[in-house]
């Protein structure tokens, strides 16, 4: 719009095309909300604000870019304690409140210990401490500790309850613990080392060494089931 040099005192008049996304006033445009194409389109529309004097009339066009999380804040308070089996559902808030976007990602830095699903429950595997992390990008994220406290075993047996073995033959006999997330260790023993032997406890892995009858015992504090081995030539 051109103006007269002369002209001391100029008073524009302003006006956006649609205040519910843009509004105008004495030149100081405000960003009210984000404008798309359509109700399922990402692409962002502009709108119109005019300034008019006489009968000259001028326009510009303003984009409101989406408003981005620059902050993330876990609200459950202090240390997350759980036991292995169970689970807790935590809430993340995003800043600045009016945020336009505000998508979480969910993450665990030791899955082994705890894992979080996509809606931010968390669920303990096995004793331990890990950090659960609410991030919205790299800056804007917020974690907190998980303590996973042990479960103790209540029952405890041996699949299979019998088994036959040729001499020289290795087979597993797995043991069940209940509940399933227990962590009690376990210890395995023989009745008869001459006729059967514990090739390797980690894996329940048993060999027959000599012809006869012998039981596998796998004992969890009190708790005990054992396994009946016939071995034959």
Same mark, same amino acid.
């Given at each position: 719009?051109?103006?007269?040099?002369?002209?001391?005192?100029?008073?524009?008049?302003?006006?956006?095309?649609?205040?519910?996304?843009?509004?105008?006033?004495?030149?100081?445009?405000? =960003?009210?909300?984000?404008? #798309?194409?359509?109700?399922?389109?990402?692409?962002?529309?502009?709108?119109?604000?005019?300034?008019?004097?006489?009968?000259?009339?001028?326009?510009?066009?303003?984009?409101?870019?989406?408003?981005?999380?620059?902050?993330?804040?876990?609200? !459950?308070?202090?240390?997350? +304690?759980?036991?292995?089996?169970?689970?807790?559902?935590?809430?993340?808030?995003?800043?600045?409140?009016? &945020?336009?976007? +505000?998508?979480?990602?969910?993450?665990?830095? !030791?899955?082994?210990?705890?894992?979080?699903? !996509?809606?931010?429950?968390?669920?303990?595997?096995?004793?331990?401490?890990?950090?659960? #992390?609410?991030?919205?990008?790299?800056?804007?994220?917020?974690?907190? /500790?998980?303590?996973?406290?042990?479960?103790?075993?209540?029952?405890?047996?041996? $699949?299979?309850?019998?088994?036959? %073995? %040729?001499?020289?033959?290795?087979?597993?006999?797995?043991? @069940?613990?209940?509940?399933?997330?227990?962590?009690?260790? /376990?210890?395995?023993?023989?009745?008869?080392? !001459?006729?059967?032997?514990?090739?390797?406890?980690?894996?329940? /892995?048993?060999?027959?060494?000599?012809?006869?009858?012998? +039981? @596998?015992?796998? &004992?969890?504090?009190?708790?005990? =089931?054992?396994? $009946?081995?016939?071995?034959?030539?």
């Amino acid at each position: 719009i051109l103006v007269p040099e002369s002209s001391s005192a100029v008073v524009f008049e302003w006006f956006s095309e649609d205040e519910n996304y843009v509004t105008v006033e004495d030149g100081l445009v405000t =960003a009210v909300a984000v404008k #798309k194409l359509g109700e399922n389109s990402d692409e962002l529309s502009p709108v119109k604000v005019f300034a008019r004097y006489g009968s000259g009339a001028a326009e510009c066009e303003v984009t409101v870019k989406p408003l981005a999380t620059q902050s993330v804040k876990i609200q !459950n308070s202090g240390n997350i +304690k759980i036991k292995a089996g169970e689970s807790i559902k935590l809430q993340a808030e995003c800043y600045p409140e009016n &945020a336009d976007l +505000k998508e979480i990602k969910w993450s665990s830095d !030791n899955a082994t210990i705890a894992v979080v699903d !996509n809606e931010g429950t968390v669920t303990g595997k096995k004793s331990g401490i890990c950090y659960i #992390k609410a991030a919205y990008s790299e800056r804007a994220y917020d974690q907190v /500790m998980v303590v996973v406290d042990p479960v103790s075993a209540t029952s405890v047996t041996l $699949e299979p309850s019998e088994l036959t %073995l %040729l001499c020289g033959q290795r087979a597993p006999v797995k043991a @069940v613990l209940t509940p399933e997330y227990a962590t009690d260790q /376990m210890v395995w023993t023989s009745s008869d080392l !001459n006729v059967v032997k514990i090739y390797d406890s980690s894996l329940g /892995m048993i060999e027959a060494v000599g012809e006869g009858t012998a +039981k @596998v015992r796998v &004992a969890v504090g009190s708790l005990f =089931a054992e396994c $009946e081995i016939t071995v034959t030539k």
